[in-house]
T-cell receptor, first 111, second 114 residues
Framework: GNSVTQMEGPVTLSEEAFLTINCTYTATGYPSLFWYVQYPGEGLQLLLKATKADDKGSNKGFEATYRKETTSFHLEKGSVQVSDSAVYFCAPNFGNEKLTFGTGTRLTIIP | DAGVTQSPTHLIKTRGQQVTLRCSPKSGHDTVSWYQQALGQGPQFIFQYYEEEERQRGNFPDRFSGHQFPNYSSELNVNALLLGDSALYLC?????????????FGNGTRLTVT
């Protein structure tokens, strides 16, 4: 069946550190892949997306590449800021127009 | 341009009661989806409405029902509340005709069942 596995948190980093949050999926087809972010007290916001293999989504310094061979969509940022502190969700769309969310990774950046 | 708005922001109900949550989609959007987010978990899909019909449904009991109005706004109703229904309920809107149209989420309604 279709499923998503996301790196467990919480993750705590110092400002300007490099960030990776792992996300892998299992699918019978080729899903579209999304990362959403949830800031404290708010709903979810789309961070970036990729709809086919080798596509790279990017936004606000974050990047993720659709890797079909490893069924992965890892989120990366070269230099994190305190304002990046939030919960990050990997969310494939397995072709039925609804998102399947991972469990979320809570990121805390300390100055 | 207003985004997705949900009301109320917080709600406290007693076990066995019924609750109605409301959502107004982003301007120009015609599809509304509802998600339940338990504490510390990712959102779980409840159902999706388009043209006032339920298009698809997640693994939730019939106690969860919904409605979409001609102006695309939507309601989520939950009957016979259980303690386990305590969660953040998120509404998301999109435009169905656009492939992979991103979901735009509201800030949610925090439901506490005591």
């Amino acid at each position: 069946g279709n499923s998503v596995t996301q790196m467990e948190g919480p993750v705590t980093l110092s400002e300007e550190a490099f960030l990776t949050i792992n996300c892998t999926y299992t699918a019978t087809g080729y899903p579209s892949l999304f990362w959403y972010v949830q800031y404290p007290g708010e709903g979810l916001q789309l961070l970036l997306k990729a709809t086919k293999a080798d596509d790279k989504g990017s936004n606000k310094g974050f990047e993720a590449t659709y890797r079909k061979e490893t069924t992965s969509f890892h989120l990366e940022k070269g230099s994190v800021q305190v304002s990046d502190s939030a919960v990050y969700f990997c969310a494939p769309n397995f072709g039925n127009e609804k998102l399947t969310f991972g469990t979320g990774t809570r990121l805390t950046i300390i100055p | 341009d207003a985004g997705v708005t949900q009301s109320p922001t917080h709600l406290i109900k007693t076990r066995g009661q019924q609750v109605t949550l409301r959502c107004s989609p982003k301007s120009g959007h015609d599809t509304v989806s509802w998600y339940q987010q338990a504490l510390g978990q990712g959102p779980q899909f409840i159902f999706q409405y388009y043209e006032e019909e339920e298009r698809q449904r997640g693994n939730f009991p019939d106690r969860f029902s919904g409605h979409q109005f001609p102006n695309y706004s939507s309601e989520l109703n939950v009957n016979a509340l259980l303690l386990g229904d305590s969660a953040l309920y998120l509404c998301a809107s999109s435009f169905l005709a656009i492939y992979n149209s991103p979901l735009h989420f509201g800030n949610g309604t925090r439901l506490t069942v005591t």
